[in-house]
C-alpha cells in the first residue's frame, strides 16, 4: 500500500479528509474558479488557440493532478509563459486558426506529459537543477515583456505578427494608422481597472466595513467584473460591426475526447519544443509548490510533482487542451483563499466544467482588448529587471548569463532564449566547476586548523606545500588541478611534500583518478612526494579499490595536522626561522 500511495499521493490525504477541509477546498475553488474563467479565455487567446480550449485545459487536468501531484496548494492550467511557448513552437508549424494548428497544439501537450511521466518515473527530477534560477528568471522577464507587447495589438485593434520583440514592434509601429479607437477605449480603460483592481479594490472595500474574507473574493473578481461590463457595453452598442474584435461562438458543452495525431514527422517537429515546455513548466510549478509547502512546514516529492505535471499534461491532450503547468498566481490565491488539499484543484475543475456548460454563449460580444488587458496585467507581474541589479553586484558571470538569456529571448523569440537558458546554465555549471578554487594552506598559529595564506596569518614549511582542493574531481577540473599543482612546484627545489587537502572533495571519478596517478608520477620524478589528508569515506573507499593507494608515493593523513606533524615535526620553530 506504501508503494502504491507513493504513485497516488491521495490515497495519503484522501484517508485524513473531512467536512472541515472540504469547506475550506470548496471555498478555495470558488474564488480560483471566478479568477481562472477569464485568465482561461485569455491564454488560449495568446496561444493563438480558441478559447474554450483554455476552459478544457482547466477541468481533466486539475482533476489528474489532484490525484497524483503532492502539493496541496498548487493550481494547474494554461499559464502565460508556457502559452506563448506554445504559439512560438506550434507557429512554426501550422497556420493560426487551422485545424493543423490545434491537431498540433494538443499533440505537443501529450509529448510533454509523456516526457515529464518519464523523467518522473526514473526520477531525473535533478536534471531541473541545472538551470540556474538567475537565467531562469531572466528568461521569465523576457517572456513577460514579449507577451505583454503582444498583446498590444488587441488593445490597439491593429494586426501584428511577430514573436521576437523586433517583429513585434515593427510590424504594429507599421500598422498604428489602422488603430480602432473604439478598442483603444475598452482596452485602455481595461488595463486601468484591473491595474486599480490589483491595488485599490480590497482596501476600499474594507474601509466600507466588508470583511477580509468577502473583500478579497471581490478583489479576485476583479478580471470578471470587467469581462461582464465589456462584454454588456459590446453588446449593447453593437460594437462588433464596428471594428471591435469580439471572441465570437465558443462552443458549448464537455470536453471532447481527442486522440493526439501520430504522425511521425509532427512528433519530430515537436519533441524539442515540448522538451523546453517540460524544463519550463517543471520549473516554474516545482517553485511555487516549493514555497507554499514552506510555509505550512509542508514537503512535496520533485520527482512525483513530475508525474502529477505529466498525467496533467495527458489529460490535457485527451480533453481538447494544450501544455499546462502550475501557475504562481492562480496557485497564491488558492493557498491564501485557504485550500487545504490538492481536491479544491477537483472542484476548482467542475467550477470550470459548469462555465464551459452553461456560460459560454455569454461570451460571445466579449471583446478581444479585454482579454488582451487580463494577460498584460498578469504577466507584468512577473517582469523583474532588478535580477540585472542584483547578479551585477553580486557576481559577473551570472549577470552576463542573465543579461544574454533576456537579450536573446527578446531579439530572438522564447525558443532560442529558453534554449540559451539551458546551454548557459550547463555552460556555467562547466565553467565554474572546470576551475575548482584551490587554496594554498597554512596552520593558524595556537591550533589545528588550516587557512588560506593570502587571508590569514598561518604558519608554513618551505619543504611542504598544502593545497585545499573546494570541489570534486572530475574530468572537467582535474587538468586544471594538474597544471596548477606542476606550475606550484617548479622552480622551488625547496619542496619534498605536496598535500591535496581532500575535506571537500565528495566525488573522483576515472578520469580525475587518471590524472592524479600522473601528478602522483611527476612529482616523483622531481622527488617530491605526493600525500592526501582529510579524505572522506566514501572517496577512500573507492581509491582503495584501485591500486593508486599502494602507488601513493606519501601517505594518507586523516588530520592535515597530523600532515604538518610527521612531515614537519617542529612546524613552529621552522617557521620562526
Request: overall charge neutral; aromatic content about 8%; hydrophobic content about 50%.
Amino acid at each position: 500500500m506504501r508503494d502504491l500511495s507513493r504513485y497516488l499521493p491521495i490515497l495519503t490525504w484522501g484517508r485524513e479528509y473531512t467536512r472541515d477541509v472540504a469547506i475550506s477546498d470548496v471555498a478555495a475553488a470558488v474564488i480560483v474558479t471566478i479568477m481562472l474563467i477569464p485568465q482561461s479565455l485569455a491564454y488560449a487567446m495568446l496561444a493563438g488557440l480558441p478559447p474554450e480550449m483554455g476552459l478544457y485545459a482547466s477541468i481533466l487536468p486539475l482533476v489528474a493532478y489532484a490525484i497524483f501531484g503532492t502539493s496541496r496548494a498548487l493550481a494547474v492550467g494554461p499559464v502565460a509563459v508556457v502559452s506563448l511557448m506554445t504559439a512560438a513552437a506550434v507557429g512554426q508549424i501550422a497556420q493560426t486558426g487551422t485545424a493543423g494548428y490545434i491537431t498540433a497544439a494538443i499533440l505537443l501537450a501529450f509529448i510533454s506529459g509523456l516526457i515529464l511521466l518519464v523523467i518522473g518515473i526514473f526520477r531525473l527530477g535533478f536534471l531541473a537543477n541545472f538551470l540556474s534560477h538567475p537565467v531562469i528568471a531572466g528568461f521569465i522577464t523576457a517572456s513577460g515583456v514579449l507577451i505583454a507587447t503582444s498583446q498590444l495589438k488587441h488593445i490597439f485593434g491593429i494586426p501584428a505578427h511577430g514573436h521576437a520583440l523586433p517583429e513585434l514592434l515593427g510590424s504594429m509601429i507599421g500598422n498604428l494608422g489602422q488603430t480602432n479607437v473604439i478598442t483603444l477605449i475598452i482596452g485602455v480603460a481595461a488595463v486601468a481597472f484591473l491595474f486599480w483592481v490589483r491595488k485599490g479594490l480590497k482596501p476600499l472595500l474594507l474601509s466600507l466595513g466588508l470583511k477580509p474574507r468577502m473583500a478579497d473574493i471581490l478583489a479576485k473578481a476583479g478580471p470578471v467584473a470587467a469581462v461582464v461590463v465589456t462584454t454588456l457595453v459590446s453588446w449593447a452598442f453593437g460594437l462588433g460591426g464596428r471594428g471591435v474584435a469580439i471572441v465570437g461562438e465558443v462552443p458549448q458543452g464537455l470536453p471532447p475526447f481527442t486522440l493526439p495525431s501520430f504522425d511521425s514527422a509532427l512528433w519530430g517537429q515537436l519533441f524539442v519544443p515540448a522538451l523546453l515546455i517540460s524544463i519550463i513548466g517543471f520549473v516554474e510549478s516545482v517553485s511555487v509548490a516549493q514555497t507554499l509547502a514552506a510555509k505550512k512546514r509542508q514537503r512535496i516529492d520533485p520527482d512525483q510533482e513530475l508525474i502529477g505535471l505529466g498525467a496533467s499534461n495527458i489529460a490535457s491532450a485527451i480533453s481538447g487542451g494544450y501544455p499546462v503547468t502550475g501557475g504562481f498566481a492562480r496557485s497564491v490565491v488558492n493557498f491564501d483563499a485557504g485550500a487545504e488539499t490538492p481536491a479544491a484543484g477537483a472542484f476548482t475543475a467542475v467550477g470550470i466544467l459548469l462555465a464551459a456548460l452553461l456560460l459560454t454563449p455569454l461570451l460571445f460580444f466579449l471583446p478581444k482588448a479585454t482579454l488582451a488587458a487580463t494577460i498584460i496585467v498578469a504577466v507584468l507581474s512577473l517582469v523583474d529587471f532588478s535580477i540585472l541589479k542584483r547578479t551585477w553586484g553580486y557576481s559577473r558571470v551570472d549577470f552576463a548569463a542573465v543579461s544574454a538569456t533576456i537579450l536573446l529571448t527578446l531579439l530572438m523569440g522564447v525558443e532560442i532564449g529558453v534554449s540559451a537558458g539551458v546551454a548557459i546554465s550547463i555552460g556555467l555549471f562547466l565553467y565554474r566547476t572546470s576551475k575548482p578554487h584551490v587554496a594554498e594552506v597554512g596552520l593558524v598559529p595556537g591550533t589545528q586548523h588550516f587557512r588560506n595564506i593570502n587571508r590569514h596569518e598561518v604558519i608554513t614549511h618551505p619543504e611542504m606545500v598544502t593545497l585545499r582542493i573546494d570541489e570534486s574531481l572530475y574530468f572537467a577540473n582535474s587538468r586544471f588541478l594538474e597544471d596548477l599543482i606542476l606550475d606550484r612546484v617548479a622552480g622551488d627545489p625547496r619542496i619534498k611534500h605536496v598535500v591535496l587537502m581532500c575535506s571537500a572533495v565528495n566525488e573522483i571519478d576515472t578520469s580525475a583518478l587518471e590524472t592524479l596517478e600522473e601528478i602522483n608520477h611527476r612529482l616523483d620524478l622531481m622527488g617530491i612526494k605526493l600525500h592526501l589528508s582529510e579524505v572522506k569515506g566514501p572517496v577512500t573507499d573507492r581509491l582503495a579499490r584501485c591500486h593508486f593507494l599502494d602507488e601513493l608515493t606519501g601517505e594518507l593523513f586523516l588530520a592535515q595536522y597530523d600532515a604538518m606533524k610527521k612531515l614537519t615535526p617542529t612546524p613552529e620553530k621552522d617557521a620562526a626561522e
